[in-house]
């Protein structure tokens, strides 16, 4: 097992260069990048100045203010093109005055030793901004994924025991109806009847805590805490437990028709045994393999929407800001560590494979 975990670590580096490098080419050479963005808002800032000046009547006027600073004459060339030296200083600013290739061995030597540079448009070192997001996408994602894994694992073994009976199709009903329901609706939904819509006023509709969280004691901090993302995290769990349940449910019931299980209920062991000593083992392989990118997807992308509609200042949040107006520290940043998370948390799923069923040699696989 330890040399297989071995390769697997040394695998990360070959596996995050070619990420990152597929990345950095397609978005560094896809037009509307941040140089461009920049010029076209100089541009119609420019041209709505000149207007602005030009339609005051007065020749003199429009003179003197041209001639009132040379920065700004720079500026109002916008109609017929930025001035060139500034379109050197922009470029200088951005880093795009060094070939394409200069640029990308310098951000593999800076990545290495997470040196992620300073964000274009915010004005702060890129790991200064990720550690000022991490807690609210934590806060969703490690109690979303812990309550989703907790109410779904319980639920999908129930439903296999009773499958076809009432309780298996009320279930699988309510289910269904959620699955089909985005959780950006559920969230309005919630709003609406629970945090001061056109129902009850009982939960907060914005932030981790309050603002006069400095004064509270620590009991009454986590009771903040937790009264702020009741709302956030019953979203996320009611629009994303309906895949684990039913995986869980099928994968029990694939367990249960097998040979063996007939073999050890006949040589007299209870059914409670039978299901959790040798049922839950086999069953549960397919639903560990799956945590990775479930994981993933919840801690990160999946609470985007949430963030918004709760004003939750995440992850999500900035890395969507960040594409948006190409920011590329940002950018390539969250890339960086998200596909490292991911792999780090692919090892740490075999690693569950092993203890969930000790007879999974990783050593023998060929």
Request: positive net charge.
């Given at each position: 097992m330890n040399t297989y975990l071995l390769k697997r670590f040394f695998l990360i580096i070959p596996t995050l260069l070619g990420i990152i490098t597929i990345n950095f080419f397609v978005i560094q050479t896809s037009p509307g990048g941040p140089v461009e963005q920049l010029i076209a808002t100089l541009e119609g800032e420019a041209d709505g100045n000149l207007e602005r000046i030009t339609g005051s009547g007065s020749d003199d006027f429009l003179s003197s203010e041209v001639n009132e600073d040379s920065e700004t004459q720079k500026i109002y060339k916008g109609a017929q093109g930025l001035d060139e030296e500034l379109l050197e200083e922009i470029n200088k600013l951005y880093g795009f005055d060094k070939p394409i290739e200069e640029r990308f061995f310098k951000m593999l030597k800076d990545y290495l030793l997470f040196d992620f540079g300073n964000s274009f448009f915010r004005d702060a070192p890129v790991v200064d901004l990720i550690l000022e997001k991490l807690p609210v996408s934590i806060s969703l994602g490690l109690w979303s994924t812990l309550i989703m894994y907790l109410v779904s694992i319980p639920l999908g073994i129930k439903k296999a025991i009773n499958h076809g009976t009432k309780f298996d199709v009320y279930t699988s009903t309510i289910i269904i109806v959620t699955n089909a329901i985005p959780v950006f609706l559920f969230a309005i939904i919630l709003i609406i009847f629970f945090a001061g819509g056109q129902y009850l006023d009982l939960f907060p509709l914005r932030g981790l805590f309050s603002d006069n969280i400095n004064q509270m004691s620590t009991i009454e901090a986590i009771k903040d805490y937790f009264w702020h993302l009741a709302l956030p995290i019953t979203a996320m769990?009611?629009?994303?437990?309906?895949?684990?349940?039913?995986?869980?449910?099928?994968?029990?019931?694939?367990?249960?028709?097998?040979?063996?299980?007939?073999?050890?209920?006949?040589?007299?062991?209870?059914?409670?045994?039978?299901?959790?000593?040798?049922?839950?083992?086999?069953?549960?392989?397919?639903?560990?393999?799956?945590?990775?990118?479930?994981?993933?997807g919840i801690f990160f992308t999946g609470s985007l929407l949430i963030e918004i509609i709760f004003s939750l200042d995440g992850l999500g949040l900035l890395g969507f800001e960040a594409t948006l107006n190409r920011d590329y520290p940002v950018m390539f940043a969250t890339l960086y560590i998200f596909t490292l998370i991911g792999l780090i948390t692919s090892i740490i799923s075999d690693i569950t494979y092993m203890i969930v069923d000790p007879r999974i040699n990783f050593e023998t696989q060929k």
């Open positions: 769990v009611i629009g994303s437990f309906a895949g684990l349940t039913m995986l869980t449910k099928n994968s029990f019931l694939d367990e249960i028709k097998k040979q063996y299980v007939l073999t050890a209920k006949a040589k007299g062991l209870s059914e409670t045994k039978v299901l959790y000593k040798h049922v839950f083992r086999n069953a549960m392989l397919l639903i560990i393999s799956g945590f990775p990118a479930a994981f993933i």
